[in-house]
């Protein structure tokens, strides 16, 4: 029993700093994570960049990433230098927002690969275009903490202003690219009038009849694509007042009732003098 | 003596003669305007030349190429409109965004007689004037038994402007041409030159208009304007997309008024108004389609008319959610 024991500690000795400390000395000589040599989610199989690694002598010397696939500028350039770690961009989010975050991280030579060399500005500005503010760009690299605090994040909401909500009461803990309903549902962030509705149920029955919302477009296809958080913030859901634009200049005439009756007693006065004066000619 | 009488008789001649002299237009109106008929009673042919004389004169004038269309009503479309006064803020967004569109006189900054005219007059109420519970004032007009509550628009701010809209205490009721089923303007027009068009909407054909302004007192919606003075428009802040009975350019002595940019409703855009509200209060659509949102609001909604005991009939719908 006591060899056994021993055994087990032993076992356990040997595979725990395996396991947690699993970067191998080649992730730490490029300085890279698992998911730039290998396929995110099964890390027994490599993709084409760990192949090509393999092949050549443990180098990526000559090494030239298939970015033919990518439309856009920025979508080839985060193929080529951020995929490998962040893996692919929720469609939701793509080439929304200019994530400024991004460029600041990547100006400040904090990203691994020292990327902010081989590009200019505009490059930058074009792939902090594509990521947009995708969740998972950060958080799907973050453990996360389900603690109810203030968030103190450059390029993120930090305050909430929608009722006595704490952020998780809407998004989902282990993956960020989702919302949760109150079933436990997950829903992409497209559907999100789905989760506003929970609450907001009567203003969600009046939008899916498209009567409530600012009108765009033409008269036979009224609202088109346009879903609750295109207009309400959801995080500060109160609109701030705005300066009204400049009077009018045009006075108009006052319609008030004792105006008339003024003109009314003065043209009944006027017309009984005149009778009254047509009357005493004729006598 | 004799010099001076001859030199007194061509004074008189030459006074005579002044408004040539000085080419003092006496009627300022081509021949083919003075002979223009009816709007109505025209053929396609004769609109087309109308249409050609107004687009040379304009360019004459302003120096810019203008698009006049008369674009007929559609069948089986009576244009609605629909109004939230709760979301309201008052921001006056729709005033301008009317004037932008519909070529009003912008107002000269030099000449302060020449006014800036506006289709879309937003009024100010005091909330606590629609409460039952006030004490009856002066401006309350509807009593309805032992309850006295309401506004009389005719005595409520036009000319408020505070630094940030919506205020606290107040709502917002922006006026403009009701397009009355029942229009008292059209009534009073003696020449015709104003009347209902199949898709609901009234409209006035401005070379018919004598500018008696009978129309503007019949009008118990302030919907109309006159123009006291030539209107003053910059060539550049014209819009050339334009229609006939609707915003082309007018001149001294016409009234004018909303016609719910019939130049874009026409062709299925909305109003301007419609697309510049900044909170979405305001709805557009055909009343006769029993899908249009319009319908579904009239349906839903707390609606209520300016002045529905007026018996004029307006198709422009005020509600609240």
Redesign the interface.
């Given at each position: 029993m006591k060899k056994l024991l021993v055994f087990t500690i032993f076992t356990l000795l040997i595979l725990l700093p395996h396991t947690t400390l699993a970067t191998p000395e080649f992730g730490k000589k490029e300085s890279r994570n698992c998911d730039y040599c290998h396929i995110s989610g099964d890390y027994t199989k490599l993709n084409s960049r760990g192949e090509y690694y393999l092949k050549h002598n443990f180098s990526f010397e000559g090494y030239k990433e298939k970015i033919e696939k990518g439309e856009g500028i920025g979508e080839k350039l985060y193929m080529r230098y951020c995929q490998g770690c962040h893996g692919e961009v929720n469609d939701y989010f793509k080439n929304k927002e200019i994530n400024e975050e991004v460029i600041s991280v990547i100006k400040s030579g904090k990203m691994p690969p020292n990327i902010k060399l081989d590009l200019n500005d505009t490059e930058i500005k074009a792939l902090a275009k594509y990521v947009g503010y995708w969740c998972n760009l950060c958080h799907g690299k973050m453990l996360p903490n389900p603690e109810e605090r203030e968030i103190h994040a450059e390029g993120h909401p930090s305050s909430l202003k929608h009722g006595e909500f704490w952020c998780l009461n809407c998004h989902n803990l282990n993956d960020r690219d989702y919302l949760k309903l109150i079933n436990g549902k997950l829903i992409p962030f497209n559907q999100s009038p789905e989760l506003c509705g929970e609450c907001h149920g009567q203003v969600y029955n009046e939008w899916k009849?498209?009567?409530?919302?600012?009108?765009?477009?033409?008269?036979?296809n009224?609202i088109a694509d346009v879903i609750c958080v295109d207009?309400h913030n959801p995080h500060s859901p109160k609109?701030s007042?705005?300066?009204?634009?400049?009077?009018?200049?045009?006075k108009?005439?006052?319609?008030?009732p004792a105006n008339y009756r003024n003109i009314a007693i003065a043209v009944v006065a006027i017309s009984v003098l005149l009778m009254a004066y047509a009357g005493s000619g004729r006598r | 003596m004799k010099d001076s009488r001859r030199n007194f008789i061509k004074k008189i001649a030459m006074l005579g003669f002044s408004p040539l002299a000085f080419k003092i237009p006496v009627i300022d109106v081509s021949f083919e305007e003075l002979m223009q008929k009816h709007f109505k009673e025209m053929s396609e042919e004769e609109k087309r030349e109308v249409i050609e004389r107004l687009e040379r004169e304009y360019k004459e004038k302003y120096g810019i190429d203008v698009k006049i269309k008369t674009t007929p009503a559609k069948e089986g479309v009576v244009w609605g409109y629909a109004l939230n006064i709760q979301k309201c803020?008052?921001?006056?967004?729709c005033?301008?965004a009317c004037v932008k569109e519909n070529n009003q006189s912008r107002?000269s900054k030099n000449d302060p007689t020449i006014?800036?005219?506006?289709w879309i007059?937003v009024i100010r109420v005091e909330k606590a004037k629609l409460n039952p519970e006030t004490k009856a004032k002066a401006d309350f007009r509807v009593g309805f038994g032992e309850v006295r509550a309401g506004i009389d628009i005719?005595?409520t701010e036009?000319?408020?402007?505070?630094?940030?809209?919506?205020e606290k205490d107040y709502f917002y009721i922006p006026i403009q041409c009701q397009q009355c089923e029942r229009p008292p303007c059209v009534k009073v027009c003696p020449t015709k030159a104003t009347w209902k068009e199949p898709d609901g909407i009234i409209v006035i054909d401005y070379n018919w208009c004598i500018g008696c302004r009978y129309c503007?007192a019949a009008c118990?919606y302030?919907a109309r304007?006159f123009n006291w003075t030539e209107p003053y428009i910059e060539a550049e802040e014209i819009n050339t997309n334009m229609h006939y009975l609707g915003n082309r350019l007018r001149m001294k002595g016409v009234v004018e008024k909303c016609t719910f940019c019939i130049q874009r409703?026409r062709e299925?855009?909305?109003p301007a108004c419609?697309?510049i509200?900044?909170?979405?209060a305001?709805?557009?659509?055909?009343l006769l389609d029993p899908e249009s949102?319009i319908r579904?609001?009239l349906e839903?909604k707390r609606v209520f008319r300016l002045k529905e005991e007026a018996g004029t009939q307006p198709k422009f719908f005020y509600f609240m959610d």
């Open positions: 009849e498209e009567i409530h919302g600012r009108w765009v477009g033409s008269i036979n009224p207009c609109f007042p705005i300066e009204p634009m400049p009077t009018p200049q045009e108009l005439l006052s319609f008030e | 803020i008052g921001c006056r967004r005033v301008y107002g006014p800036a005219i506006q007059r005719e005595v036009h000319y408020y402007s505070p630094d940030k809209v919506p503007m118990p302030w304007h409703t299925g855009r909305f419609v697309e509200c900044p909170v979405g305001r709805k557009f659509g055909n949102e579904k609001i839903s």
